[in-house]
T-cell receptor, first 111, second 116 residues
Framework: GQQLNQSPQSMFIQEGEDVSMNCTSS?????WLWYKQDPGEGPVLLIA?????ELTSNGRLTAQFGITRKDSFLNISASIPSDVGIYFC???????????FGKGITLSVRP | GAVVSQHPSWVICKSGTSVKIECRSL??????MFWYRQFPKQSLMLMAT?????????EQGVEKDKFLINHASLTLSTLTVTSAHPEDSSFYIC????????????FGPGTRLTVL
């Protein structure tokens, strides 16, 4: 089945640093989404990408839909303590198909 | 906009009882709702997809008679865990999407179920 790969499982950065997270797949997706989940909460949609090559920003967050449609990255600039959480990428192959989630990356930000 | 609520936020029940979890889209009409479960430090696992007014589509390995899903209106879907057992203890999360933007799912805050 389709799988999304996110690694490493955990990342530790200093407050103020930038961080980049990758998500890769062996198959093509037509939509890429990035979610953040805080402990005990549901995921919150950060950025949605619909076209190959698309680069979209949401405040300090920037995400790109890879040209091959098999990868996406999320950048967080000037990290702050509230950026702590689990970041999931998700892909959708077709218009009405289900989302496939990566395993998530736990981000820790040291003050 | 795009707010999804779940009720209850947590529930503790005895083994053998049934538990109903509600998922509501507060400010948009959700033609499709999804139910996920998530184990600690794991990703979200899709259990079923429900479209308003029709039967839910269950993922492979998910017992439809154990996890009853009803999507009776455009703003409400319910998941009933029947005859719950300790292994059903998990974090259950719903998401909702509108017909025009089916690929943008908005998630509820989740329900923590503990079966004793």
């Amino acid at each position: 089945g389709q799988q999304l790969n996110q690694s490493p499982q955990s990342m530790f950065i200093q407050e103020g640093e930038d961080v980049s997270m990758n998500c890769t797949s062996s198959s093509i997706f037509n939509t890429w989404l990035w979610y953040k989940q805080d402990p005990g909460e549901g995921p919150v949609l950060l950025i949605a990408l619909y076209k190959a090559g698309e680069l979209t920003s949401n405040g300090r967050l920037t995400a790109q839909f890879g040209i091959t449609r098999k990868d996406s990255f999320l950048n967080i600039s000037a990290s702050i303590p509230s950026d702590v959480g689990i970041y999931f990428c998700a892909g959708q192959a077709g218009a009405n198909s289900k989302l496939t989630f990566g395993k998530g990356i736990t981000l820790s930000v040291r003050p | 906009g795009a707010v999804v609520s779940q009720h209850p936020s947590w529930v503790i029940c005895k083994s053998g009882t049934s538990v109903k979890i509600e998922c509501r889209s507060l400010d948009f009409q959700a033609t499709t709702m999804f139910w996920y479960r998530q184990f600690p430090k794991q990703s979200l696992m899709l259990m079923a997809t429900s479209n308003e007014g029709s039967k839910a589509t269950y993922e492979q390995g998910v017992e439809k008679d154990k996890f009853l899903i009803n999507h009776a209106s455009l703003t409400l879907s319910t998941l009933t865990v029947t005859s719950a057992h300790p292994e059903d203890s998990s974090f259950y999360i719903c998401s909702a999407a509108s017909s025009g933007r089916i690929n943008e799912q908005f998630f509820g805050p989740g329900t923590r179920l503990t079966v004793l």
